[in-house]
């Protein structure tokens, strides 16, 4: 039995359990709105068929009447690959049902050609399908790879990934000629907002918005529940929002935008600008801004600034309870944070100066998890 072949209302209590588990079936009924009868139904073949499992009693025990029974996700029924694609490395994660990591690794390429990254990929999934072998019962179901840029998961296929060079290539059915696996594909930080959504920062909240900050500025949006990719797969993009005050020029192509001033690779530029020294790494620019060197601690000021009219457009447009500042940028976070709150602030408009701004740093196995979280997501909520 295919859990995507069950009626909405098994979606519903699997995702449920998936969250919030373990739960009665009382419990189950509750938080979804559906009747006992009802949670029992679609319950039953589950059980059947392994997906969830019951528990037992509970470690408390009602005073009245019949003790409930607690049933979960079994987390053994399934496994899932993981890929994030970065411009020259990859990071792989094998994880169960829930996303629960079973193993990770990574690996370089040498060439950004498709065909030198979808071989890694396949070497990659292959060293850690080895290394969980020996592991209890289990069912390798599907890949889930994610990547920067215009990503079209419906159709598999990668629009535009800037840092790679990559146009319209048909990367899931790639990858799934390679392993042997079927694939899906999402863009990196959508994919990672589903794992906040179902684990993180995110979870039991009706709306958050979770913004990266590193070689570019993503945003994934999570509204009602749903993460929200856009009628062209695009949704999110605040690293192209257009803020002013710099004429330096995007990677997109334009100028103004957010990402030409806060990414990574910008502050960067703009130290070596500032400082008169063409080879600054971002590292050294960070040590400088914590000495108190004034034209790169400007550099750092003008960077949060936008990053503070950016995430004021995110909670003046949607509203969320929570942003989610995450990404490898945020390890200077410091030196712009005050800059971040009080141009959020002045900006944010009435209530929505109230959105709870949290920083969380993430590694690159976290991402490389949204891609099996998307991948998980697929089995029991198809988009298709």
Known sequence: MMLADQPPAAALVFQTLLAHGPLSRAEVGRRTGLSPGAVTKVATPLLADGWIAELGRPAVERAHGRPATLISVRAQRARFFGVKITADELIGVVTDLAAQPLATARAAFASRDVGTVVLAIARLIERLRSEVGALEEGVVHSVGVTISGDVDGQNGTVQYSPFLNWRRVPLAQLVETATGIPTVIENDVRALTVAEQWFGAGAGLSSFALVTVGAGIGCGLSIGGRVVAGAHGVSGEIGH???????????????????????????????????????????????????????????????????????????NLIGPERIVISGEGVASYALYEDQIRQTFGAQAFGAAADCDLVVRPLPFEEWARGGAAVAAQHLFAPTK
């Open 241 to 315: 929002l257009p803020v002013g005050g710099s004429n330096r020029v995007c990677t997109c192509g334009n100028t103004g935008c957010v990402e030409a001033v806060a990414s990574t690779h910008a502050i960067t530029e703009q130290a070596r600008q500032a400082g008169g020294n063409p080879t600054l790494t971002m590292d050294e620019a960070v040590g400088l801004a914590h000495a108190g060197d004034p034209a790169v601690r400007a550099v750092f000021s003008r960077a949060g600034h936008a990053m503070g009219l950016a995430l004021a457009s995110v909670a």
